[in-house]
Each structure stands twice: as C-alpha cells, then as structure tokens.
C-alpha cells in the first residue's frame, strides 16, 4: 500500500464510524436493508422495484399487509418453506424496521 492508500482507507474508516457508532437497540432500517440484501434477496423482492426472488411474497407486499408485531415473530421465527434464520435481535428489529419503512 502507498502512504496515500493507507491514508485513504483510514479517512474512510472513519468517516464511516458515525453511522456505525449509533445504539444498538435504535431499529436502523438501513441496517435492516443491508441484511435483508444478503439474506433475503434470494426469495424476496426486497424493495418496490427489486432486487429479488419469487420464491416468497415480495416485502412491499407484506409490508401492506402485516403489522409490526406480526413481522417480527415471523422473522425471529419463521415457518416452512421459509428456512429458519439464526439471527439476532437487534437484526430482528432492523430487519422489521426496513420493511416497514417500504409501507405507505
Ligand atoms: C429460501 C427462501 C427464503 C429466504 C432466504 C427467505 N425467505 Fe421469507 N419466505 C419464504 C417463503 C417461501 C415464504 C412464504 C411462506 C408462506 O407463506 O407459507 C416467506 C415468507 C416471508 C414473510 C411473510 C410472512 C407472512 O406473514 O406471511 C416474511 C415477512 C419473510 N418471509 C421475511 C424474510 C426475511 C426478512 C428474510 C431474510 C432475513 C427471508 N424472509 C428470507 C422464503 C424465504
């Protein structure tokens, strides 16, 4: 690495931090929309124009139709066809969080 790569990444690396920093249990849906295109996306239409699968209801849909609550049991705890998914809380609420947010 250059002296100015290493700078570079480092004045990346903190630039970044903020939106990293914030509390844990503050749902970020921006959170949940980095997660939801990593373990989603293959079944899902995550957004109202995509990216996504069909092999489950796209979560424009399901954000239109489920409440809150409902989205959260699900997602901590899903039923077949849908795999079980280990993830945290906190995933679990910033997940909830971006769905909800693509509701009107
Ligand atoms: C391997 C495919 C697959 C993956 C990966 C997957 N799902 Fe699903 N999901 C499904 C299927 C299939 C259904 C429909 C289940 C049914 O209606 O019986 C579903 C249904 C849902 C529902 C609707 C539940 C309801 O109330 O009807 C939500 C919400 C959901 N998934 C969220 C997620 C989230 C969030 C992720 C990623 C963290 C995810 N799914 C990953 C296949 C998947």
Request: hydrophobic share 40%; proline share 12%; with cysteine.
């Amino acid at each position: 690495m250059t002296r100015a790569s290493v700078l570079a990444a480092f004045a990346t690396a903190f630039i970044a931090a903020p939106a990293l920093a914030q509390d844990p249990r503050e749902p970020s849906p921006e959170r949940g929309r980095e997660m939801v295109e990593r373990w989603c996306v293959e079944c899902h239409l995550i957004g109202p124009d995509g990216p996504g699968g069909d092999v489950g209801p796209s979560f424009q849909n399901v954000a239109e139709t489920r409440s809150e609550e409902a989205l959260r049991a699900w997602i901590s705890d899903p039923h077949p066809p849908m795999p079980k998914l280990d993830i945290s809380a906190n995933a679990v609420d910033d997940i909830t969080a971006y769905i909800r947010s693509l509701a009107p």
